[in-house]
């Protein structure tokens, strides 16, 4: 039962443009959300996150929108760098609950 | 290094034998869960522990697999009698408050289990 999906498993951006990365979700229990990118051989490493009681979160060149009524979030990279090139994982969490979920990532490479 | 810590890197098990996965968390981090990685799939939980107390183990198969946090020393993830299908990617995290406090996980590097 994967209550967090990432639909689209690759990506490709030029540098200096926009990367949007999509996530949904099915748990309307779900209230923090997080980014996570991965590197090869490396364990995630947290991007940023967002409450259900907002609907932006800006961190420099991310931001995270939420729209809880579509149960959906996004990540914005502009502009993109070819650092940027990772996969990506979104993840949710709900108060009355124990863990985080993940879904199956996004694979970002920003061309030069 | 005040990262999370684990051990070892890559792991090779022949079917049968016992695998121990070690995770020091961060300093000053006393919740840590334990999450697999499948290839092609994304991070499953698998169990969450505080200090001497597993709190939910909802993710880990029933048989074979157990895991421990004690008063001193790193978690331990335990694999009695692997089998091809263990082999995996298995990531530990930990963090400073349980997940209901709205706070990131920090992840370690992982250790990458080979069953031959």
């Known amino acids: 039962d994967q209550q967090v999906k990432q639909n689209s498993p690759s990506l490709s951006v030029q540098e200096g443009r926009i990367s949007i990365l999509n996530c949904d979700y099915t748990n309307s229990m779900f209230d923090y959300f997080l980014w996570y990118k991965k590197y090869p051989a490396e364990g995630p490493t947290f991007l940023i996150s967002i409450s259900s009681i907002k609907d932006k979160n800006e961190d420099g060149r991310f931001t995270v929108f939420l729209n809880k009524s579509a149960k959906h979030l996004s990540l914005h990279i502009v502009p993109s760098q070819p650092g940027d090139s990772a996969v990506y994982f979104c993840?949710?969490?709900?108060?009355?609950?124990?863990?985080?979920?993940f879904g199956t990532g996004t694979s970002l490479t920003v061309i030069p | 290094n005040a990262g999370v810590m684990q051990n070892p890197r890559h792991l090779v098990r022949r079917r049968g034998q016992e695998a121990r996965l070690r995770c020091s968390p961060m300093k000053g981090h006393s919740h840590v869960y334990w999450y697999r990685q499948l290839p092609e799939e994304g991070l499953k939980f698998m169990v969450y522990l505080q200090k001497e107390n597993i709190i939910d183990e909802s993710g880990m198969p029933k048989e074979r697999f157990s895991a421990e946090f004690p008063k001193e020393g790193p978690s331990i993830l335990r694999i009695q009698q692997v089998v091809r299908g263990d082999s995996a990617a298995y990531f530990c995290?930990?963090?400073?408050?349980?997940?209901?406090?709205?706070?990131?996980?920090?992840f370690g590097d992982g250790t990458r289990l080979s069953i031959l």
């Open positions: 995290a930990s963090s400073p408050v349980g997940v209901m406090s709205n706070q990131p996980q920090h």
């Open positions: 993840a949710a969490s709900a108060r009355t609950g124990n863990q985080f979920y």
